[in-house]
C-alpha cells in the first residue's frame, strides 16, 4: 500500500508599506502588554524622578533661599526631572530587546516575512509610548512646583516627551545590537545613560558653565531634547528677562542662539540616525 503525500503550497504575504505597518503594530502592542502587566515596573521608573523632583529640588532649592527671581528650584528642575524620566524608561525599553534574544523570541520576529526595520521601529515607539505614559503621571503634578496647567503647553511637553522617548529607544536599540546577554547589558547602558543625563542640562543651567562643559553639553543630544521642554514652560511662566537669561539661557552656538525649532529637528535628525544604526547593526548580527 503507497501513501500519497500532498504538498500545500505555502503563501508567503507579500510585502509592502500595509504589511510593515502591521509589524510595526504588533511589535508596539506587545510593549504596551508588557508595561500595562509589569506593576513593579511602574511604580519603580516613578520613584527616582519624584525624589529628584521633591527631594533633590528641595535640597538645592533650599541654597537659593527657597526662590531666585520669582522661580522656584523646583520649577525650573521640573522639565529636567521629565527628561531623566524618559531617559531611563525609554533606554531599557531599546535594550530589553536582549531579553528577547536570549529567550528566542527576537529570532522569531527576525525571521518572519517582513524588514528588520518594522520590527525597530515598533519597539521604538513602543518605547516612546511607554516612557510618554509614566510621564503623565509627573505632569499631573505640574501644579505642586509651580508649573501652570496650560492646556496647549502640556500637550507640546508630551508631544516633545514622546520624541526623546523615541530617540532614546532607538539608543538603546543600537546598544543592544551586539549584546548577547542580560547581564552585560545592565552595565552598559548605566555607562551611557549616566553621562548623557548629567551633561544635558536637566539638573543645572546651561547660562555661566567654564568651556570645557559647554562643549560637552552641546555635543549631547539629550540638550537638544531637554532645552525646548525646558523653553515650553518658561514661556508660560511670568518672570523677567534677566531670570530668563539665568534659568534658561538656551543653547547658543558661537553667539548665535539656536532656535527652539531646530532644536527639535536636530532631536527627530538624531532620532532617525539611531534608528538606521540599529537596523544596519542587527542586519550584520542576527
Known sequence: MTTTLRTEA????????TTEARAA????ERE????VKDRARILSSLAQPLLFLFVLGSGLGSLLGGTAGGVRFETFLFPGVMAISVLFTA??????????REF??????LVAP???ASILVGKALGGATVATLQCLVLLALAGLVGVPYDPLMLLTMIGLIFLMGFMITALGLVLAARVRQVQSAMPLVQLVITP?????????????LPTWLTVLTHINPMTYAVEPLRSVVFDHLDVDAATRARFDPGIVWGGWTVPVGVQVLLTVAFALALLGLAVVRFRRTE
Do not use: H, K, N
Open 10 to 17: 505555502v503563501r508567503v504575504p507579500e510585502s509592502g508599506l
Open 25 to 28: 503594530a504588533v511589535v508596539w
Open 32 to 35: 504596551m502588554i508588557r508595561f
Open 91 to 100: 533606554a531599557f525599553a531599546g535594550i530589553s530587546i536582549v531579553w528577547d
Open 104 to 109: 528566542g523570541f527576537l529570532r522569531e520576529m
Open 114 to 116: 517582513v524588514s528588520t
Open 196 to 208: 548623557l543625563m548629567f551633561l544635558s542640562g536637566a539638573l543645572f543651567p546651561l547660562s555661566g
